[in-house]
C-alpha cells in the first residue's frame, strides 16, 4: 500500500511512461515535430466571407438570438423590453465590468446585482471577448469583470460584443487567446457559448434550459464601448 | 474503383462461381456464363476453385484463409478478368486478399493487389467494364413488381448499386420498387447467422416487411447469402415473395409470377 | 457454449422482446442518424475534416509520452496538480483521498465514460462521500440504478412517463403535474441546482486535454460540466491518458467533428477550456484542479495493432448506425462501451474470455467505418479480435471444427467437389425427393430456421453434366 497518494501515482507514472517509452521509442524524439494542417470547415450554406450572415445563420440554428444596436447606451432598453415581455424580474447580475456597470440600467427600470446574488429566475449580462462566426459561438473568458457564473446560473443570458470583435473561424480565436496564455495570463475558464442550454435525454426531445441560461443573445455594438 | 484496367475485346474471363452458387443455385453460375458470353467474354470455369476463405476470414481462421486465397490467386491470375456472381465474394479477392490476408508479405501481397485490380462483380463488370449494352429487350418482364436488396459488400465495397437497376431495366424493362432504408443490412453477415441467428433473423425480418410494403412479388438481388437468408426469413413469416439472383432474371430464368398461374 | 457468449445473446434476446425498448430504440436510432447526416452535410468538406482530426490523434498517440509530459509540466506551472492512475482501483484510490484531504461530503459529477469505467461513484459512495449525477440522462439512469444505455443518450431505454415516476418517487416536492417534458427538464434543472451549489467537489471527465497550455477541454449542451467545474471549491478532471492532444488548433480539429457527428450541429451548446484553479478569491472557479490520468491497458493497447481505437471521441456514431446495436440497445452490451467502439475495447480492457463475444456481434456492414469521424476502421479491428480469439482457441467449438473443416476442405478442390454432391445427394435422400427443409438443421440455439435447400447437383458436380441443364 502507498503511504500517500503521491506515492502512488509517482509509482504509476512511472510504469505506465516505461510502457509508452518502450513502444514509442522506435519513433524519433519530436525535435522539431510536424503538427498536421488543420483543415477549416466549408460551411454548407455559404457565409465563408460574410463572417456577419454566417454568424447570424449559425446562432440561429442553435437557437440563439442576434440583436445588433447602435450604441452601447441602448443595452438597457433592450435587455428590459425582453425581460418585461417573458415576465421576469427586472434585475440583471453583472461582474465587476465598470464599462457595463456604467450604462443606464436605472432609466431603464433594471437593478444592477452581484453575481453571488443570481437566482433562478435572474437575467445576466456579460462582455464576451469575440463571436466566432464558424459556429455560432460567443467566447468569454472568466474573471472578476466577467465571471463564469453570470454565463451559467442565469435564466437570460445577454453577452456584450463590437462588431469588430467578430473573427471568422477558430484559429482567429486561438491567435487571440494563446499569446494571453503565454504571457501569463491564466483566464480559468474559456466559455465558448453556441446557444441556449439544451438536453435530449428525455425522449430524444430536445428541450432549451437543462442547466444553463433558457434564453441566449449576442448584442452586437456599433462604435466604441 | 481506381484504375480500370484496359477493356479488352473477347475478354478471357475466369468465372469464380462461390461455394454458395455451387451448392446452392447453380442456375446463377449459369446465367453469369450466359451473361458473359452474350457480352463477347471466353469464358473458362477452372475446376480449381471452391471457396474465396471469407467464412474462414471472418470467423478468425486467417490461417487456412491464406492457404485459400494463394490457391485462388494462383488459379485466377492467368485471366483478364474475375468475374464474380457476389458481391461479398468479389471484395474478398479484391480487397480483402491484398488489405489484410497478405498485408505483411511482398510477394503474395503485390500478386493478390494485381488479381484484386481485375475483380469484378458481375453486374458491375458488365456495365463498368465492358459498357454492355443491347438492342432490343430479349427478356420483357415489365409488367413484374419487383424490389432489390443490396449487399453491403456490393454497396460499400464493390460500389454496385446502379448497374444491377440499370441490367434490369435494358434487359427486362423492370423497375425496381425501391424499399425504405434500402441500404439496411439484411442481418446475414456470414458466420454471424449462424453465431447469433435470432439478431440476424430479426434484421432479415425488417428487411422482409420493407419489401413486402413496397408491393413486389419478386425480390432480386446479387448476392446469394443474403438472397438465401432473405428467402428463410420469408417461409418463416409465411409470405410468398419469389426470391431471385439478378444474373438468373437478366437470362430469362425467372417467371413473372402472375405468369405461373 | 461458454459464459461471456450466453450473456450477450441472452442480453440480446431479452431486449428484442421488450416491445417497449423496442419502439424506443428504433425511434432514437432515426433521429441520430438523421442529425448525424445533417452534420456531415454541413461541411461541404466533411471528409476532409474526418482525415485532418484523424490525423491530429495519430501523430499525438505517436508521440504521447512526450505530449503528456508536456502537459503534466504545464498544468503545474498554471497551479493545478497531476496524478496517474495504472490501474480502476488507483484512480478511486486517489480521487476518494483527495476529497477526504478537504473533508468532502458532497460531490456532483459530469457525464465521465471514465469514472464508469473505474466504478468511480460506488468508491465515493462507500467512502461516505453522496455522489449526484447532473447529465440528465446520467442523474435518470442513477436514480434508476441502472447503466446508462447509451453513450449520449444515457436514459434514452426509458419514456417520459417512467422518468416522471422517477422523480415524483425521489424529489419531495409536494404535489404537482410532470406530465410534459418541458416540466420534467425543469424540475431536474431546479433539483440539480441545489447540489450545485451544495457541492464540495466536482468531477468531470474531458473531451481532451490541451498539451500546450496545461489546459482542459469540455464539451456539454446541458452546460452541467461547467457549474461541476465552477461552483465547488475542488475540481477534479479524471481522463484516459490517450486523450491529449498537441494544441489549441488540434482541439479544434477535434470539434469540428465531434458536435457534427453526435447532433447535427456544428458547435455544442458549451465548449470549455478550464486552466488551473481561480487566481484570487474574487474570481469565480475552484481553489483547486486535479488532474488524474487513467491507463487502464491504454498502453498497452497503444503497443499493439488495435492502436487505433484510441482515437475514438466517444461520439457513438458507430453504435447509432450499427444494425445489430440498433435491435439489441446498450445493456445486451453487459460493458461501459457499447456498440462497435465498446467490441473493440471491452475485450482488450476487460480480457478476451471475459468479452470475446462481443467482436462476434457484427453483421459485418461496415457502417460504422464510414461514419466514425476518426477513420476507426471498426470492421478491420473486430475481425482482428475474432482472429486473435480464434488462435486463443476460445469460442463455439462446434462452430470453430465445422468452419475449420469446411476451409481445410476447401484446399483440396476434388474433394470439396465429391463432398458437395455427396451432401446434395444426401439433402435430396432426406428431403425424400421434395424441396423441403432439412428438419434436424432448422434448430439452431433453439431458434427455428427455415433453411432453403439446395436447388440439385452442385455446380461443379463431378459426374458431371450439361452447361445448359439449368
Redesign the interface.
Known amino acids: 500500500m502507498y503511504e500517500t497518494?503521491?506515492a502512488?501515482?509517482?509509482?504509476?507514472?512511472n510504469?505506465?511512461?516505461a510502457?509508452?517509452?518502450?513502444?514509442?521509442a522506435v519513433?524519433p524524439?519530436?525535435l522539431a515535430?510536424?503538427?498536421?494542417?488543420?483543415?477549416k470547415?466549408?460551411?454548407?450554406?455559404g457565409g465563408k466571407d460574410d463572417p456577419l450572415s454566417l454568424l447570424r445563420v449559425?446562432m440561429m440554428?442553435?437557437k440563439g438570438d442576434l440583436t445588433e444596436l447602435e450604441g452601447a447606451d441602448a443595452i438597457p432598453w433592450h435587455v428590459s423590453k425582453i425581460l418585461e415581455a417573458e415576465g421576469a424580474p427586472m434585475e440583471v447580475a453583472i461582474g465587476?465590468d465598470e464599462g457595463l456597470r456604467s450604462l443606464p440600467w436605472d432609466e431603464a427600470g433594471l437593478s444592477v446585482i452581484d453575481?453571488s446574488g443570481i437566482a433562478?429566475e435572474s437575467a445576466g449580462v456579460s462582455r464576451a471577448l469575440c463571436a466566432v462566426a464558424?459556429?455560432?459561438?460567443v467566447v468569454f473568458c472568466?474573471?472578476?469583470a466577467n465571471?463564469?457564473?453570470v454565463?451559467?446560473?442565469v435564466k437570460y443570458h445577454f453577452a456584450v460584443i463590437r462588431r469588430e470583435q467578430i473573427v471568422p473561424s477558430?484559429?482567429d480565436l486561438?491567435g487571440i487567446?494563446?499569446p494571453r496564455?503565454m504571457e501569463g495570463d491564466?483566464?480559468?475558464?474559456?466559455?465558448?457559448?453556441?446557444?441556449?442550454?439544451?438536453?435530449?435525454?428525455?425522449?430524444?426531445?430536445l428541450?432549451v434550459?437543462?442547466?444553463?441560461?433558457c434564453r441566449f443573445e449576442l448584442l452586437l455594438i456599433d462604435g466604441q464601448f | 474503383m481506381g484504375d480500370m484496367p484496359d477493356k479488352k475485346i473477347n475478354p478471357r474471363v475466369g468465372l469464380f462461381v462461390t461455394c454458395l452458387v455451387n451448392a446452392m443455385r447453380p442456375s446463377v453460375g449459369f446465367a453469369a456464363v450466359d451473361l458473359l458470353e452474350r457480352a463477347g467474354c471466353k469464358v473458362e470455369i477452372p475446376r480449381e476453385q471452391t471457396c474465396c476463405g471469407l467464412p474462414g476470414y471472418n470467423a478468425g481462421d486467417l490461417r487456412d484463409c491464406e492457404r485459400i486465397a494463394r490457391q485462388v490467386i494462383s488459379t485466377f491470375e492467368p485471366y483478364d478478368y474475375v468475374v464474380v456472381p457476389s458481391g461479398s465474394c468479389a471484395a474478398m479477392i479484391a480487397h480483402n486478399y491484398h488489405e489484410h490476408v497478405f498485408e505483411n508479405e511482398g510477394v503474395w501481397r503485390r500478386r493478390a493487389e494485381a488479381l484484386g485490380k481485375k475483380t469484378f462483380e458481375l453486374t458491375g463488370f458488365l456495365v463498368d467494364v465492358l459498357g454492355f449494352t443491347l438492342t432490343g429487350i430479349p427478356h420483357d418482364m415489365g409488367e413484374l413488381k419487383a424490389t432489390y436488396h443490396d449487399s453491403c459488400s456490393c454497396l460499400r465495397r464493390m460500389k454496385v448499386k446502379s448497374q444491377p437497376r440499370k441490367l434490369l431495366r435494358d434487359f427486362c424493362r423492370i423497375e425496381i420498387r425501391e424499399m425504405k432504408q434500402t441500404e439496411e443490412c439484411c442481418g446475414f453477415g456470414g458466420s454471424f447467422s449462424l453465431k447469433m441467428p435470432e439478431i440476424a433473423a430479426r434484421l432479415g425480418d425488417e428487411k422482409i416487411k420493407r419489401a413486402v410494403s413496397t408491393g413486389a412479388d419478386m425480390l432480386i438481388g446479387g448476392d446469394l447469402g443474403c438472397l438465401l437468408h432473405l428467402e428463410s426469413r420469408i417461409k418463416a413469416q409465411g409470405k410468398s415473395m419469389k426470391v431471385m439472383h439478378v444474373a438468373e432474371v437478366l437470362t430469362g430464368r425467372a417467371k413473372v409470377p402472375s405468369a405461373e398461374k | 457454449m461458454e459464459k461471456n457468449e450466453k450473456d450477450f445473446l441472452h442480453g440480446a434476446s431479452a431486449a428484442m422482446a421488450d416491445k417497449q425498448l423496442q419502439a424506443?430504440l428504433g425511434?432514437?436510432m432515426m433521429?441520430?442518424r438523421t442529425m448525424h447526416s445533417a452534420g456531415v452535410?454541413?461541411?461541404?468538406?466533411?471528409e476532409?475534416?474526418r482525415?485532418?482530426a484523424s490525423?491530429?490523434k495519430r501523430?499525438t498517440l505517436?508521440?504521447?509520452?512526450?505530449y503528456?509530459?508536456t502537459f503534466e509540466k504545464k498544468v503545474i506551472e498554471?497551479?493545478g496538480k497531476?496524478?496517474?492512475?495504472?490501474t480502476c482501483e488507483?484512480l478511486n484510490?486517489?480521487v476518494v483521498?483527495?476529497c477526504r484531504r478537504r473533508g468532502a461530503r458532497i460531490a456532483v459529477k459530469g457525464k465521465s465514460m471514465v469514472s464508469e469505467e473505474t466504478g468511480l461513484n460506488r468508491a465515493l459512495e462507500k467512502a461516505g462521500i453522496e455522489v449526484t449525477e447532473?447529465?440528465?440522462?446520467e442523474y435518470?439512469v442513477q436514480l434508476a440504478h441502472e447503466r446508462p444505455s447509451h453513450l449520449v443518450?444515457?436514459?434514452?431505454h426509458k419514456?417520459?412517463e417512467q422518468?416522471a415516476d422517477l422523480f415524483m418517487k425521489h424529489h419531495d416536492l409536494g404535489p404537482r403535474s410532470l406530465d410534459n417534458?418541458?416540466s420534467?427538464?425543469?424540475e431536474?434543472?431546479?433539483v440539480?441546482?441545489e447540489k450545485?451549489i451544495k457541492a464540495d467537489v466536482g468531477i468531470t471527465g474531458a473531451n481532451a486535454l490541451i498539451a500546450?497550455?496545461g489546459?482542459v477541454l469540455l464539451v456539454t449542451?446541458?452546460?452541467?460540466g461547467?457549474?461541476c467545474?465552477?461552483?465547488p471549491k475542488v475540481h477534479i478532471v479524471v481522463s484516459g491518458?490517450e486523450k491529449v492532444v498537441?494544441?489549441?488548433?488540434?482541439a479544434?480539429?477535434i470539434?469540428?467533428v465531434l458536435a457534427r457527428s453526435i447532433?447535427g450541429?456544428?458547435?455544442?451548446?458549451?465548449?470549455?477550456?478550464?486552466?488551473?484553479?481561480?487566481?484570487?478569491p474574487?474570481?469565480?472557479?475552484p481553489e483547486e484542479f486535479h488532474v488524474v490520468?487513467l491507463?487502464n491497458h491504454r498502453?498497452?493497447i497503444?503497443?499493439g495493432e488495435f492502436r487505433d481505437i484510441l482515437r475514438c471521441i466517444r461520439c457513438s456514431s458507430c453504435m447509432n448506425h450499427c444494425p445489430v446495436f440498433g435491435v439489441t440497445g446498450g445493456h445486451a452490451y453487459g460493458s461501459v462501451y457499447v456498440g462497435p467502439m465498446g467490441s473493440v475495447l471491452t475485450p482488450l480492457m476487460e480480457g478476451m474470455r471475459e468479452a470475446g463475444d462481443l467482436p462476434d456481434a457484427c453483421c459485418g456492414d461496415d457502417r460504422c467505418a464510414e461514419v466514425c469521424p476518426m477513420m476507426i476502421p471498426l470492421p478491420d479491428l473486430l475481425r482482428r479480435l475474432r482472429t486473435r480469439k480464434w488462435n486463443m482457441g476460445i469460442g463455439s467449438r462446434p462452430l470453430k471444427w465445422g468452419l475449420s473443416a469446411y476451409m481445410k476442405t476447401a484446399l483440396r478442390p476434388r474433394l470439396f467437389h465429391a463432398a458437395s454432391g455427396a451432401a446434395a445427394v444426401l439433402a435430396s435422400m432426406l428431403q425424400g425427393g421434395k424441396k423441403r427443409p432439412v428438419s434436424s438443421l432448422n434448430r439452431m440455439h433453439g431458434i427455428k430456421t427455415h433453411l432453403p435447400s439446395p436447388q440439385g447437383k452442385p455446380f461443379f458436380s463431378p459426374l458431371g453434366r450439361k452447361r445448359r441443364e439449368l
Open positions: 497518494l503521491e502512488l501515482s509517482r509509482e504509476s507514472r510504469r505506465i511512461m510502457r509508452l517509452k518502450q513502444t514509442l519513433v524524439p519530436p515535430l510536424e503538427l498536421p494542417d488543420i483543415v470547415p466549408d460551411p454548407a450554406w449559425s440554428r442553435m465587476s453575481p433562478s464558424e459556429t455560432g459561438s472568466s474573471g472578476s465571471p463564469t457564473t454565463n451559467f446560473m477558430f484559429e486561438w487567446i494563446r496564455y491564466r483566464m480559468r475558464a474559456v466559455n465558448i457559448i453556441s446557444g441556449p442550454s439544451a438536453t435530449a435525454d428525455v425522449e430524444a426531445t428541450t434550459g437543462a442547466h444553463g441560461p | 424506443n425511434r432514437l433521429i441520430l452535410g454541413s461541411a461541404a468538406n466533411f476532409d475534416l482525415r485532418c490525423e491530429v501523430h505517436e508521440h504521447l509520452d512526450f503528456l509530459e498554471k497551479g497531476v496524478y496517474y492512475a495504472e488507483d484510490s486517489i483521498e483527495i447532473t447529465d440528465m440522462g435518470i443518450g444515457p436514459a434514452i419514456n417520459k422518468i417534458i418541458p420534467i427538464v425543469a431536474g434543472r431546479k440539480l441546482r450545485f500546450e497550455t489546459s449542451n446541458e452546460g452541467n461547467d457549474l467545474s465552477t461552483l491518458i498537441p494544441r489549441l488548433e488540434d479544434g480539429a470539434l469540428r447532433t450541429q456544428a458547435m455544442s451548446c458549451y465548449t470549455s477550456i478550464f486552466t488551473g484553479p481561480r487566481e484570487g474574487e474570481d469565480a472557479g490520468l491507463d498502453s498497452e497503444l503497443a
